[in-house]
């Protein structure tokens, strides 16, 4: 059972790069999330899905967007890499109905020169 | 304010101690609340969830809520050296028509042999 799987685990841009994380989870939930974690400021949400076809903004989303292109796949593209979006990146899953946790995927590790 | 604060730490503890962590959070419609851990370079991994008044108890594990106080903690047991990581507090603020989360910035556990 491979839950939430994120690709790729680490990755080098130099500014001004673009580039697409990607996302899918088996588990056959609704919502979709993406996080950042920074040191000292613990998970930061982006944007998320609540469900197929829609897309909303969370605490952070200046510099991404986000395509849910399936009930399982939930992408994230830098248009134009800053250095200030060094960080790491975590997509979760749950139901969207009654008190689900999220489920984690193991990260994205990107660095940005 | 933040709407769910966690002390940073480090919290140290002896190798058989207690170690007690608590998360205070200031939306009173609060429904749910969950404990993750995170290892040093790992993804969050959810260990407890807790969703009425009083204690939840799982192996070492022990959740308290008091939603007059609006605090929930975690208690561990019998505190071992691979519990040495970083606890975060997760908790379904409002009622938000998903299921979004908001993390505390998260405890470093050290547990000391």
């Known amino acids: 059972n491979a839950g939430v799987t994120q690709t790729p685990k680490f990755q080098v841009l130099k500014t001004g790069q673009s580039m697409t994380l990607q996302c899918a989870q088996d588990?056959?939930?609704?919502?979709m999330y993406w996080y950042r974690q920074d040191p000292g400021m613990g998970l930061r949400l982006i944007y998320y899905?609540?469900?197929?076809?829609?897309?909303d903004k969370g605490e952070v989303p200046n510099g991404y967007n986000v395509s849910r292109l399936n009930k399982r796949e939930f992408s994230l593209r830098l248009e134009s890499a800053a250095p200030s979006q060094t960080s790491v990146y975590f997509c979760?899953?749950?139901?969207?109905?009654?008190?689900?946790?999220?489920?984690f995927g193991d990260g994205t590790r990107l660095s940005i020169l | 304010q933040k709407e769910v604060e966690q002390n940073s730490g480090p919290l140290s503890v002896p190798e058989g101690a207690i170690a007690s962590l608590n998360c205070t959070y200031s939306?009173?419609?609060?429904?749910?609340f969950f404990w993750y851990r995170q290892y040093s370079g790992k993804s969050p991994e959810l260990i407890m969830s807790?969703?009425?008044?009083g204690d939840k108890e799982d192996g070492r594990f022990t959740a308290q809520l008091n939603k007059a106080s609006q605090y929930v903690s975690l208690l561990i047991r019998d505190s071992q050296p691979s519990d040495s990581a970083t606890y975060l507090c997760?908790?379904?603020?409002?009622?938000?028509?998903?299921?979004?989360?908001?993390f505390g910035g998260g405890t470093r556990l050290m547990v000391k042999p």
């Open positions: 979760a899953s749950n139901r969207d109905r009654g008190n689900q946790p999220q489920h």
């Open positions: 588990m056959n939930h609704n919502s």
């Open positions: 899905s609540a469900s197929e076809g829609t897309t």
């Open positions: 939306d009173r419609v609060s429904q749910s």
């Open positions: 807790i969703y009425s008044n």
């Open positions: 997760a908790v379904k603020v409002g009622n938000n028509a998903g299921n979004m989360l908001t």
